[in-house]
């Protein structure tokens, strides 16, 4: 395993993967970057350096040997919804698609460019809010309530109708503002694509529809909610419900 710290308020990210060239580019091109960097080679060193760190995003390679980057990734988002940008070989359509469902928030084939890699984790990073660097101040109304549901905006925190807080992604959470805050309007995917990622981020296959996807099932558990999230077909998706600004 190969370990760097930087001294300060630094985002913490844990890189996973089991080519030592890679995790040592990675190290070196994120620290000079303004990261504080872990790199490990599998699984079994990710599960036991997380107990000792405060991470704010993940690296996953997920073509790991023995416990795959998939089955690491089923094991995180059972207790943590820490951002998850994937690493895939090309041509590896299924285990993305996969990674996405488990709640990854991004991915890049390999071969990649550093930068392109630098580019999406900081996409990510803010969107998830994780560190005072990176958060946004919030604007206008700090929540907004929908069907008995309340998006807190200052806490970016998603609470149902019992006052429960549903954990989200950082892609979950941004996607349902991005629906609430145009509630009955359709969005399409390119739209939702241009809101959340940016076109300069390049095309994301499936993401869309699986986060929509994923959303649905916090949206109606129990069965509530079940036409919360409606598909327009040929067009894309539309949040049909009234919203109160608080």
């Given at each position: 395993?190969?370990?760097?710290?930087?001294?300060?308020?630094?985002?913490?990210?844990?890189?996973?993967?089991?080519?030592?060239?890679?995790?040592?580019?990675?190290?070196?091109?994120?620290?000079?970057?303004?990261?504080?960097?872990?790199?490990?080679?599998?699984?079994?060193?990710?599960?036991?350096?997380?107990?000792?760190?405060?991470?704010?995003?993940?690296?996953?390679?997920?073509?790991?040997?023995?416990?795959?980057?998939?089955?690491?990734?089923?094991?995180?988002?059972?207790?943590?919804?820490?951002?998850?940008?994937?690493?895939?070989?090309?041509?590896?359509?299924?285990?993305?698609?996969?990674?996405?469902?488990?709640?990854?928030?991004?991915?890049?084939?390999?071969?990649?460019?550093?930068?392109?890699?630098?580019?999406?984790?900081?996409?990510?990073?803010?969107?998830?809010?994780?560190?005072?660097?990176?958060?946004?101040?919030?604007?206008?109304?700090?929540?907004?309530?929908?069907?008995?549901?309340?998006?807190?905006?200052?806490?970016?925190?998603?609470?149902?109708?019992?006052?429960?807080?549903?954990?989200?992604?950082?892609?979950?959470?941004?996607?349902?503002?991005?629906?609430?805050?145009?509630?009955?309007?359709?969005?399409?995917?390119?739209?939702?694509?241009?809101?959340?990622?940016?076109?300069?981020?390049?095309?994301?296959?499936?993401?869309?529809?699986?986060?929509?996807?994923?959303?649905?099932?916090?949206?109606?558990?129990?069965?509530?909610?079940?036409?919360?999230?409606?598909?327009?077909?040929?067009?894309?998706y539309v949040l049909a419900a009234e919203v109160e600004r608080a």
């Amino acid at each position: 395993m190969e370990t760097a710290s930087i001294s300060g308020p630094l985002p913490h990210i844990l890189v996973v993967d089991d080519d030592r060239e890679t995790r040592e580019l990675l190290a070196r091109f994120l620290e000079r970057h303004r990261f504080r960097v872990t790199a490990v080679r599998d699984a079994r060193e990710a599960r036991r350096v997380w107990a000792m760190g405060n991470f704010h995003l993940i690296v996953l390679d997920l073509m790991l040997p023995g416990e795959s980057g998939l089955d690491f990734a089923r094991w995180l988002r059972g207790f943590s919804e820490v951002p998850v940008v994937m690493l895939t070989a090309m041509g590896e359509e299924t285990d993305r698609i996969v990674g996405l469902e488990l709640g990854a928030d991004d991915y890049l084939p390999k071969p990649f460019n550093p930068r392109e890699l630098l580019a999406r984790m900081r996409a990510v990073l803010r969107r998830a809010g994780d560190t005072p660097e990176l958060r946004p101040e919030p604007q206008g109304p700090r929540a907004l309530r929908f069907s008995g549901w309340t998006l807190e905006l200052t806490r970016r925190r998603l609470l149902n109708p019992e006052g429960v807080e549903v954990p989200l992604t950082g892609g979950e959470y941004e996607l349902l503002v991005a629906l609430v805050e145009r509630a009955n309007r359709v969005l399409t995917r390119d739209m939702l694509l241009d809101l959340l990622r940016g076109r300069q981020a390049g095309p994301f296959d499936r993401a869309i529809d699986v986060a929509v996807s994923r959303l649905r099932r916090k949206l109606e558990d129990n069965g509530r909610q079940a036409n919360l999230i409606k598909t327009v077909r040929g067009g894309g998706y539309v949040l049909a419900a009234e919203v109160e600004r608080a």
